[in-house]
């Protein structure tokens, strides 16, 4: 078991900062690498020292793995982040830490290995008696036909190494198949220099559930459920715990399933096991796995208490759980709203540009992680995350007021953004009812003709 004194921080705005804060309660000194177009951020004049990893472009920086290992080894650091994006699930930058003496805060390179790749991950579900969604791998355009033909229409193209919805493709027919697969091998090609593709039967009217789980590597714990059906694109906009209109018995199968997959893998860390539960039926099915700590983590540890960074970092020093399940106890709703710099009246353009104001709420019951203030430079290289506005209260009632009003109090300028979008969201029926399905965002932005009118 070690103590960790210094931390090197691979990763770059809100979740940068959002590590700093637990060190600096932790006593733990920090070391932040950051690209040219980070040199001057919130978070390097924070940290306590900073290290230049490379020119603005992430391949030039925050993907490059010889240059972060060096500048960690080189600046003294014991232990690496990684945060989410970037590297924070590739199998060789785990092994690259290693290699360099340095503790990846995360899970081993066999189980980043195992989760990584999406043929993998279904076949340890199915070894942990975990239902998986109807599908398969497809080495050409007729294998996938003749699995299409098997697995039926609307199905989804995966990619094998994918995440965050790159590479993904949905098909309603024979004759968009060809050509999607196309699309989706080369969007997977650039992003994750894999092109292998999967199919997957589509499930039209689906909620997104998925349980936080936390494992030292020889027991694992849940954390509950969060509904993330709130997408665009299968990109997640809003994210709530514990997810709503579960039945009881629903609820604990898919919390049991996770845990059943974390115990198969040993898992070490932090990481998410996302459902897909059919409205229609109530079955749910494995989706994937992500191994490492999620841009939604606030809601859960809004409803935990938990410092879930911190306790990546303690069983990155190797120390055991705290906690049986029964110890834990969960409580209260909360509710986080992603604010991304885009134009949702334009077809959700990207917005780069001069964050010239940021007044964002503050309360009992609020949390803002963010990275911009005036003056913040929002730039075409990353992602248009500008801040997560995360409200909790003792119901989804009260939780859903609160937001609101939260919402009304957000006064970002400079850059256009999604406020207006999660304040016309909220104000909906079905979303105020709770337990819609992923399809429910496409269709009401289709049927305002691009939301522009109830935007604007």
């Known amino acids: 078991m070690m103590k960790l004194r210094r931390l090197f921080i691979a990763n770059r705005g809100e979740i940068a900062l959002r590590v700093l804060r637990t060190c600096e309660r932790l006593g733990i000194e920090t ?7 980070d040199r001057h951020s919130v978070a390097a004049r924070r940290a306590d020292h900073v290290v230049r990893i490379g ?4 391949a030039a920086s925050y993907l490059n793995i010889d240059a972060i290992a060096a500048a960690a080894r080189a600046a003294g650091a014991q232990a690496v982040h990684p945060g989410y994006g970037f590297l924070a699930e590739k199998a060789a930058f785990a092994a690259a830490c290693e290699a360099a003496g340095l503790v990846f805060i995360g899970p081993t390179p066999a189980q980043l290995e195992a989760v990584g790749d999406k043929l993998s991950a279904r076949a340890h579900a199915l070894a942990a008696a975990v239902p998986v969604v109807p599908g398969g791998s497809a080495a050409s355009v007729q294998e996938a036909a003749a699995l299409a033909t098997k697995i039926g229409y609307p199905l989804l193209i995966k990619a094998v190494a994918g995440g965050g919805g790159r590479g993904m493709q949905r098909v309603d027919s024979r004759a968009d198949l060809e050509r999607a697969i196309d699309r989706s091998m080369a969007e997977a090609q650039a992003a994750f220099g894999d092109a292998r593709i999967y199919l997957e039967h589509f499930v039209a009217a689906g909620r997104h559930i998925e349980v936080q789980v936390l494992g030292d590597g020889e027991r694992s714990v849940h954390l509950g459920t969060r509904d993330c ?18 039945s009881t ?7 049991s399933a996770a845990l059943r997959l974390a115990d198969q893998l040993r898992y070490r860390g932090l990481g998410t096991v996302e459902m897909l539960v059919d409205s229609a039926s109530d079955r749910f099915y494995f989706l994937e796995m992500n191994a490492r700590i999620q841009v939604e983590h606030p809601v859960t540890e809004a409803i935990s208490g938990l410092d879930l960074v911190e306790e990546q970092i303690r069983v990155a020093e190797g120390r055991p759980l705290r906690w049986r399940q029964s110890d834990l106890h969960l409580e209260g709703h909360a509710i986080e709203c992603r604010i ?3 134009d949702p009246t334009r077809d ?9 104001r940021a007044r964002l709420p503050v309360g009992a019951g609020i949390r803002v992680d963010t990275h911009i203030e005036p003056g913040t430079e929002i730039t075409p290289f990353y992602d248009s995350l500008l801040a997560k506005l995360i409200v909790s209260g003792t119901d989804r009632a009260a939780t859903l007021d609160r937001l609101r ?4 109090a957000c006064d970002i300028r400079g850059v256009e953004n999604t406020v207006s979008l999660h304040r016309a969201i909220l104000a909906t029926p079905e979303f105020a009812a709770g337990g819609v399905t992923t399809a429910f965002l496409p269709e009401w932005l289709e049927r305002r003709h691009g939301a522009a009118a109830v935007l604007r």
């Open 340 to 342: 991304n710099a885009e």
């Open 31 to 37: 070391v932040l690498g950051v690209s040219d177009a």
């Open 249 to 255: 018995q629903l609820r604990a199968d898919i919390e």
């Open 55 to 58: 020119a603005a472009a992430p």
């Open 229 to 246: 059906s709130i997408q665009r694109r299968f990109q997640k906009l809003i994210e709530e715990a514990p997810a709503a209109l579960l």
């Open 348 to 356: 959700f353009r990207p917005s780069p540009g001069t964050v010239e």
């Open 405 to 408: 009003g939260a919402l009304a």
